[in-house]
């Protein structure tokens, strides 16, 4: 079992930032693969981004490159997901996800990952 806890939502103004972070724990040593994905009120989990966690490569939602970045502290287990030019289409309950098997691809389904974390709010005020 994996345990995922994210944090650094809050409030903020467009145009402005924001860092989000999540933290691992238990069997981390087998993570193939993370992702943020977020979900807006009466809408679906939609995927931000993703990361392989030993190749560091990454992949974005068009509606975020440019934009948003992924990275990952292997030494922590730790993601981030630094977010630039927030825009109020942005605001979501942001959701932290890892996976430990091997599926090829980009890692951008919610059926790619066994585990999720509780979720984090981000508003982003116009």
């Known amino acids: 079992q994996v345990q995922l806890v994210e944090s650094g939502g809050g409030l903020v103004q467009a145009g402005g930032s924001l860092r989000l972070s999540c933290a691992a724990s238990?069997?981390?040593?087998?993570?193939?693969?993370m992702g943020w994905f977020r979900q807006a009120p009466e809408k679906e989990r939609e995927f931000v981004a993703s990361?392989?966690?030993?190749?560091?490569?990454?992949y974005y939602a068009d509606s975020v490159k440019g934009r948003f970045a992924i990275s990952r502290e292997i030494t922590k287990d730790t993601v981030y997901l630094e977010m630039n030019s927030l825009k109020p289409e942005d605001t979501a309950v942001y959701f932290c996800a890892s996976t430990a098997t091997f599926r090829g691809g980009y890692y951008n389904r919610v059926s790619d990952y066994a585990y999720w974390g509780q979720g984090t709010q981000v508003t982003v005020s116009s």
């Open positions: 990361v392989r966690w030993g190749s560091d490569n990454t």
């Open positions: 238990g069997r981390t040593f087998s993570t193939y693969a």
